[in-house]
């Protein structure tokens, strides 16, 4: 049901808001393949409450992280992401391993074929620029980001990745191209993540 408009203040900040979107480009592991991670991370998760962890249906694998963006930006992404998931087929992944981020945030390597993956990131990219989408166009790392350390816990990262040193997950396909937004830095809740839309590879 629709929401009486707002008045004030209030209302003006929410059309601020509302008025941009935070855009990344994605792929995600099924969750069969997050299932297996996250048993590997059971005794983390009892040992690092405090830590900031990601909700498992966020899990996913950036390809280019576009920031705050007007949502005007959507409708041009769209199509031209639709044309790149029809044109090739699935990537072949598989999560390896973990490591950290200045101690501040944990992720889980990612193994594979990552020739495929730097090729698709190398195209979704120009297709942003294309668009002409300014964006930070920096170095693909792959990696899956699990969680955050709070400032006053230098360890419990450090701690973790070294618990996923020997984790090797099975491989499995990457079979949407996403087009995520997120809520980050919109308030002291934790991130959350929603597909805005998503395209199936093509079966070659």
Avoid at 33 to 62: S, V
Avoid at 183 to 201: A, M, Q, T, V
Wanted: hydrophobic share 40%; charged share 25%; with cysteine.
């Amino acid at each position: 049901m629709a929401e009486a408009p707002g008045h004030g203040e209030g209302a003006a900040e929410d059309a601020t808001r509302t008025a941009t979107v935070r855009l990344f480009i994605a792929l995600a592991p099924p969750d069969d393949a997050k299932d297996e991670l996250a048993q590997e991370l059971g005794p983390a998760y009892e040992a690092h409450p405090r830590m900031r962890w990601n909700r498992i249906e966020d899990w996913h694998i950036t390809l280019a992280f576009l920031g705050e963006l007007p949502v005007e930006t959507v409708p041009l992404l769209q199509p031209p992401l639709a044309r790149i998931a029809a044109a090739r087929g699935p990537v072949e992944l598989e999560l390896r391993g973990g490591g950290h981020f200045d101690a501040r945030v944990l992720w889980s390597g990612i193994a594979g074929d990552l020739d495929g993956l730097h090729e698709l990131a190398g195209t979704v990219r120009a297709t942003v620029k294309d668009c002409g989408i300014p964006f930070e166009d920096r170095p693909l790392r792959p990696h899956l980001t699990l969680a955050r350390a709070r400032r006053d816990d230098p360890d419990s990262v450090v701690t973790a990745a070294a618990g996923l040193a020997g984790f090797t997950g099975r491989r499995w396909s990457a079979e949407r191209l996403h087009l995520v937004g997120s809520n980050y830095g919109r308030g002291p809740g934790p991130i959350r993540y929603r597909d805005i839309e998503s395209w199936p590879f093509a079966r070659h």
